[in-house]
T-cell receptor, first 112, second 114 residues
């Protein structure tokens, strides 16, 4: 049973526009969420996180929104840049110090 | 600062052969883990450790062994490789307590089992 779901396998966006990457989870015990970015032939790198006590966290061009009642979070990238083209993984845990459960990832392509 | 180092980066095995994927970190992190990445499957946790002498199973532990004799090293052993173990393997670490929960990943080891 997949506990973290990224239902869209890919997203294509024009440079300068907004990218919205969605993630759903089923385990109501999850209270800490992270987004990772992965380029080909490299390991994933941490992008941004949010705990369940917040509904928004912002870091530069990246903002994560959390809707606990819907068990849904989204990553907004504004404005999108070609260098943002990568695979993005959503991950969740029961607390910041617990093991992470990852989604399948979504491939973002930003067109120049 | 090397971070998390994995070796080898590439390996081809025949079915039934054994091998060890090495992982070392120089950040004094208590928590270390191994993930595998397969197309359409995301990152799945194989084994993890919260400190020297302590290991536990993740989602997909079958066919893999681990040990943690030091804080720095967390090797992953395949005792009898199978084609289903063809994958990209990532080692990751973080402090066990405190911090943001961020995992630091190695660059990956691509394993092909024929």
């Amino acid at each position: 049973d997949q506990q973290v779901k990224q239902n869209s396998p890919s997203l294509s966006v024009q440079e300068g526009r907004i990218s919205i990457l969605n993630c759903d989870y089923t385990n109501s015990m999850f209270d800490y969420f992270l987004w990772y970015k992965k380029y080909p032939a490299e390991g994933p790198t941490f992008l941004i996180s949010i705990s369940s006590i917040k509904d928004k966290n912002e870091d530069g061009r990246f903002t994560v929104f959390l809707n606990k009642s819907a068990k849904h979070l989204s990553l907004h990238i504004v404005p999108s840049q070609p260098g943002d083209s990568a695979v993005y993984f959503c991950a969740a845990s029961t607390g910041a110090n617990s093991k992470l459960t990852f989604g399948k990832g979504i491939t973002l392509s930003v067109r120049p | 600062n090397a971070g998390v180092t994995q070796t080898p980066k590439f390996q081809v095995l025949k079915t039934g052969q054994s091998m060890t994927l090495q992982c070392a970190q120089d950040m004094n992190h208590e928590y270390m883990s191994w993930y595998r990445q397969d197309p359409g499957m995301g990152l799945r946790l194989i084994h993890y450790s919260v400190g020297a002498g302590i290991t536990d199973q993740g989602e997909v532990p079958n066919g893999y062994n681990v040990s943690r004799s030091t804080t720095e090293d967390f090797p992953l052993r395949l005792l009898s490789a199978a084609p289903s173990q063809t994958s990209v393997y990532f080692c990751a670490s973080r402090p066990w307590e405190g911090g943001t929960g961020e995992l630091f990943f190695g660059e990956g080891s691509r394993l092909t089992v024929l």
